[in-house]
């Protein structure tokens, strides 16, 4: 079998390719962008055939002819205000590779994200009839957004397999920089003993670190991730989380308590220019996810946490 994966030496990219690794798949072209060297290190003990830029890709898949494209590849930073950009490398790059797979019949599987739910007010089904109604709160959800409408609007969503995750962290994120999970941010200080920094509340009802998210461990993600690869009968676009939200207390006493320390967490307050696009709860609907066959059970916060942990001591990768 040939695969394809983008975003390769990103950070779910290269927990895919680590995936498929350990299933005995390694006929795998490696896709990214060259110009990250922070990211290569992600590819470290990865067994694939090749490795090509994303701009090259398109004109070498006649040649290369894979049975499977998996897209991960996308400009994932929330902060990111460059319409046109994000336009380009999130929504066109997508549409070319869709087609492509279309045209051959490849299997296309590709990353959304939950950023597409907006502030939540609607819910968080991966329903077909909910995801026509999302507004995202920013470019790049919009940008994922795009994407999504244009598989439903042509009727693609049965051919097709997108994934809505959640909030993703585990080892190979390193390199995210302000995009890493407060869990790889935070841990340096927490293991040193220092107090975590939580943001206060804003919002009637919500206690200051009550603010809660669905949080799923990169190792659970990618089996979600790999069991629509291998049932390539069921398409459509799904949750990727765990369907249970905590909250970020939850996420600072299971990092004390896995660096061996004791709970210390300090309210600051929230930058103004996020307020009013700030998240109080996520939390992934799985009822979709589920009837599709996928019953794999997620790791606890705490466990996760634990688990990571072993990483993040030493910055070692998976």
């Known amino acids: 079998m040939k695969v394809v994966v983008t975003g390769a030496t990103g950070f779910i990219g290269s927990c895919i390719l680590r995936k498929l690794n350990a299933k005995g798949i390694n006929n795998i072209l490696a896709v990214d962008q060259s110009d990250a060297p922070l990211q290569w290190r992600n590819l470290k003990g990865k067994s694939i055939e090749a490795y090509v830029d994303k701009d090259d890709l398109v004109k070498l898949l006649p040649k290369y002819r894979p049975d499977a494209i998996i897209h991960m590849g996308a400009c994932s930073s929330t902060m990111q205000m460059d319409v046109s950009y994000l336009k380009k490398n999130n929504l066109e790059y997508s549409k070319t590779l869709a087609r492509y797979c279309l045209k051959n019949k490849v299997s296309f599987l590709y990353a959304s994200s939950a950023a597409t739910y907006g502030d939540g007010i ?46 993703v962290f585990g080892p190979n994120e390193y390199h995210k920089a302000e995009m890493m999970s407060l869990m790889c941010k935070a841990y340096a200080g927490v293991a040193a003993g220092k ?26 993600a990618v089996d979600i991730v790999y069991y629509f690869f291998t049932h390539p009968e069921k398409r459509g676009i799904f949750n990727v989380g765990t369907g249970k939200a905590r909250s970020w207390n939850d996420v600072a006493g299971a990092l004390f308590a896995a660096a061996g320390r004791k709970t210390k967490i300090e309210y600051i307050e929230m930058p103004e220019i996020i307020r009013d696009k700030y998240q109080y709860f996520t939390e992934a609907d799985m009822t979709k996810t589920r009837r599709a066959g996928c019953k794999h059970k997620c790791m606890t916060l705490e466990a996760s946490i634990k688990d990571y942990a072993g990483y993040l001591k030493k910055k070692s990768y998976w």
């Open 122 to 167: 609607l819910g968080y089904s991966d329903e077909d009839k909910s995801t026509l109604k999302l507004k995202p709160l920013n470019p790049y959800g919009n940008s994922k957004q795009l994407f999504d409408l244009w598989l439903l609007k042509n009727k693609l969503q049965n051919k097709i397999t997108g994934f809505k995750f959640f909030n």
């Open 195 to 220: 107090p975590m920094k939580l943001f206060k509340s804003y919002k009637d009802g919500y206690a200051d670190g009550e603010q809660k998210r669905d949080f799923i461990y990169v190792k659970d």
